[in-house]
């Protein structure tokens, strides 16, 4: 008799959730999967990383350019189509991040990336002078010492044989923003670190929280080896991250140094810039105390690290595909640099390499380094065509954005010239994310970006491998086994 009793109650529970989740999904204007009891659409999800993107294609197919789904309880709206994204992201209203979000607040705290609302505005205004370009001019002769280790490493591995960029590119990338961001250069492409590897294993961990419906549920995560593992990782980088600001405060001290000149120059000759801005200026009319520096350090690093490691090895992918494009681009560089082509490029010369930049634009058209990005809805409201009800997460599908057929002409050829003309609508090419919420740091991406596959194309023929990349739509874009090339010497 009490069997009886619980299966009855368990099978109403079902029929109210199912019966609740059907009603919500139908205050929608949009097509979608029918959800199941308590789940609702949460086992489509379990899938592996390598199937995601195929998996959210398929949906759309299905379904169409922007269709809806259920987490549990949770709505989620997917775009795939740059029709539906202008309304969004070009609003000041609609800027507080999804749900997905939420798991590196452990890591990041409410810097700039996570935060939201006043707080998110304060910080923008307050961050953008960082980025100036007399800024970024003194972050240049970092960049170009860092590329020529790296073009020393490249050069022993320069055999024909198969190399998988993706580590030794990040080790560049991530000394590039430790010396640019905190002034300090961690030496990670001469000796793997425990601030290294912690990085990697917190970006793991996020990603699988991101990806995995169950995982993203703290009820289950805590209870699982990841959490004892994430502390440790988040102990080893906040205790890296604090020790680089205390290190430059007490420089600070030593100089007598508490403010900021007023000139617009200080950046020019201040290797210290972005640190010494958020350690001495004031913000909404009081210094940042240690905390609040650290989550904005911690998410420059995050945000400055693996995403230009993914623009330069999927932009020498497929470079490896077209030695055509490669001899165009050095074509482009002896116009530069003339006889002088072992020499490191000046800010101006970085500008005036236009064919390499539609180059750039085209791999991360389809290789974009953050292939999705999500929006939480805070009220009722209809975006475009869309009808959104109050807590949705929208979750924009860039990469599949980017490969529309009626926005771009045979759009898996990897065709630079493209860009040479105005894009039918320019949401359709969103790697920095576009509107308020788009990216602060795009200048200094493409600055790194242009020096380092220039450099690489100066000095040697890349060569394809036969290994295909599998992607991975984690935080960004990666390849479960890497992403191979060939290198030969120039010379």
Not at 422 to 445: V, Y
Request: glycine share 4%; hydrophobic share 40%; charged share 25%.
């Amino acid at each position: 008799m009490i069997t009886l009793l619980i299966c009855m109650v368990l099978v109403f529970v079902l029929l109210l959730s199912w019966i609740n989740l059907v009603k919500e999904s139908r205050r929608f204007n949009l097509n979608g999967p029918t959800p199941l009891p308590i789940l609702g659409n949460a086992h489509l999800f379990i899938v592996k990383s390598t199937e995601m993107l195929d998996l959210l294609a398929r949906l759309a197919s299905k379904y169409g350019g922007a269709f809806r789904v259920h987490l549990f309880t949770t709505p989620v709206v997917i775009v795939t189509h740059s029709r539906y994204v202008e309304a969004l992201v070009s609003s000041t209203e609609h800027i507080t991040k999804g749900r997905t979000y939420d798991f590196l607040l452990n890591w990041l705290g409410l810097g700039l990336l996570t935060s939201t609302g006043q707080m998110w505005k304060t910080q923008r205004r307050f961050l953008t002078p960082a980025f100036h370009f007399n800024i970024l001019q003194n972050f240049l002769p970092v960049f170009c010492k860092n590329q020529r280790y790296l073009t020393d490493k490249l050069r022993g591995l320069a055999n024909g044989q198969p190399i998988d960029m993706t580590p030794i590119v990040a080790l560049d990338a991530l000394d590039n923003v430790t010396e640019s961001i905190m002034g300090v250069c961690v030496d990670a492409q001469k000796h793997q670190s425990e601030y290294v590897k912690s990085i990697e294993e917190l970006s793991a961990i996020v990603t699988m929280r991101m990806q995995n419906p169950f995982m993203g549920q703290d009820a289950i995560f805590n209870l699982l080896p990841y959490k004892k593992k994430q502390e440790k990782a988040l102990k080893i980088v906040h205790g890296q991250t604090h020790k680089v600001i205390e290190a430059r405060r007490a420089e600070l001290r030593r100089a007598n140094i508490t403010a900021l000149p007023d000139s617009n120059d200080i950046g020019i000759k201040n290797k210290h810039a972005f640190l010494d801005l958020l350690l001495l200026a004031e913000m909404d009319g009081k210094k940042i105390d240690d905390e609040g520096v650290r989550e904005q350090v911690d998410t420059f690093m995050f945000e400055g690290h693996d995403t230009t490691t993914s623009g330069i090895v999927y932009t020498l992918y497929c470079l490896s595909k077209h030695r055509d494009i490669q001899e165009k681009i050095y074509e482009e560089l002896q116009t530069i640099f003339g006889s002088e082509m072992e020499r490191d490029p000046t800010y101006t010369e970085l500008n005036q390499m236009k064919y390499l930049e539609l180059v750039l634009k085209e791999s991360m058209r389809l290789f974009p380094p953050v292939p999705l990005i999500e929006r939480k809805i805070m009220r009722d409201c209809e975006i475009g065509d869309m009808k959104l009800v109050k807590g949705t997460s929208v979750l924009i599908n860039i990469y599949q954005i980017h490969r529309q057929p009626d926005m771009f002409e045979n759009p898996l050829e990897f065709r630079p010239e493209r860009f040479e003309k105005p894009l039918k609508n320019p949401f359709s090419w969103i790697p920095f994310s576009a509107g308020p919420r788009n990216c602060i740091g795009q200048k200094f991406a493409m600055l790194e970006l242009k020096i380092t596959i220039s450099e690489i194309v100066k000095n040697f023929y890349i060569l394809p491998a036969s290994q295909e990349p599998e992607l991975s739509a984690d935080i960004v874009l990666r390849s479960k086994n890497g992403v191979h090339i060939k290198l030969m010497p120039r010379k």
